[in-house]
Each structure stands twice: as C-alpha cells, then as structure tokens.
C-alpha cells in the first residue's frame, strides 16, 4: 500500500521547508528559495530540529542550504574547488 505524502510529513517538525514541501506534493507552484528549502527538508527527512545543518558539502545545493554553518550564500558565489569548469 503506497503511503499517501501527507503520511510521510506527519512525523516532521514545524518548518519553513516542511510548508514549502507540502505545497510543492500538493500540486503548488515554489520559488527558488521555497524548492531549496522544500529539498533540504525532504533530504534531511524534516530537519532534525527544524534549523539543523545538514553537513553534506558534497551536495550542489549546499552553499545555499538556509541552515548551514556560516549561513546560506549568494547565488553566484560559490567557489570551485578544481576541476574542469
């Protein structure tokens, strides 16, 4: 029996990203802040707390994650480290 979305959420604390998630199951449309905030969510399974840096510096999206050490980045200024370009 597949879970319905809203199963999945239940368990998760109060967030930002839990809201932005929800919206995005539900058919609604995000900006780009409210998709990164609704994929740290749903990656980290609800934040541990709600404000948890997730500690994975090899995701793309971790500069901008809103609750990483040092707080989120620009967009733009994320500096390569090697590799081709």
Known sequence: MKKKPSDKLAHWKNSTGKTAYARYLNGGRLSRAKALE?????????????????LLPACPLYPFMPYRAGGPQKSGTRKRSGGAA
């Open 38 to 54: 609704a994929k740290c969510a749903e990656c980290t399974n609800g934040y541990a707390d709600g404000r948890v840096d997730c």
